[in-house]
């Protein structure tokens, strides 16, 4: 019963390096959330997709990139590093059926240098 | 947007209830309340959700009032192993905040 999984679960990478955060799902959901917590800061939204095929900015996109792959994955890419991008980034999904909750991966520590 | 505030932490002890407000001012009319607890190197957890008056499941109590511009979650007899980062979250897609989050400590 995996839920949902994150790839890597650690990272190092050098200003300008990019970088690919995997992420699936195996419940089914249609809803897919990436997002970044920062100490104090609680979880902002980076972007949301509601189905395959589409997706939405959040609250702070600049910087990042995603892809809905098909129905249980969804990746976040950053293209070129910086350091304020230093933070821990979860995964969640959701289903369609009324107000469910989401349900969140174990995150990727990612420091950049 | 609804802004979510909560207290940053709070201490308490072993057999206490501990109750935590979040207050959402601009908390849309469809908006649903959801709480999330976390754990260290974990991803959040679901909790409880509400949308009014008072929700009650096998680990907490959800009240809200009938404004719903702030909600409480209520935790009966904490032991340490509550000791955690409680998360509120309003509203769902695009428009969801959640709170920067409380950290509750729990002594024996």
């Known amino acids: 019963n995996a839920g949902v999984t994150q790839t890597p679960k650690f990272q190092v990478l050098k200003t300008g390096q990019s970088m690919t955060l995997q992420c699936a799902q195996d419940?089914?959901?249609?809803?897919m959330y990436w997002y970044r917590q920062d100490p104090g800061m609680g979880l902002r939204l980076i972007y949301y997709s509601a189905s395959e095929g589409t997706t939405d900015k959040g609250e702070v996109p600049n910087g990042y990139n995603v892809s809905r792959l098909n129905k249980r994955e969804f990746s976040l890419r950053l293209e070129s590093a910086a350091p304020s991008q230093t933070s821990v980034y979860f995964c969640a999904s959701r289903g369609a059926e009324g107000n469910q909750p989401q349900h969140f991966g174990d995150g990727t520590r990612l420091s950049i240098l | 947007l609804a802004k979510t505030t909560q207290p940053i932490s709070m201490d308490s002890y072993e057999g206490q209830e501990v109750n935590i407000t979040c207050s959402h001012n601009?908390?849309?009319?469809?908006?649903?309340i959801t709480w999330y607890q976390q754990f260290p190197s974990q991803g959040p957890r679901f909790i409880i959700q509400g949308y009014k008056t008072k929700v009650t499941n096998e680990v907490a109590s959800l009240f809200i009032p009938a404004d719903r511009k702030s909600s409480t979650l209520s935790l009966p007899r904490v032991s340490l192993s509550d000791t955690a980062v409680y998360y509120c979250l309003v509203g769902a897609r695009l428009a969801q905040r959640f709170g920067a989050g409380t950290r509750l400590t729990v002594k024996p």
């Open positions: 419940m089914n959901h249609n809803s």
């Open positions: 601009n908390i849309a009319t469809n908006d649903y």
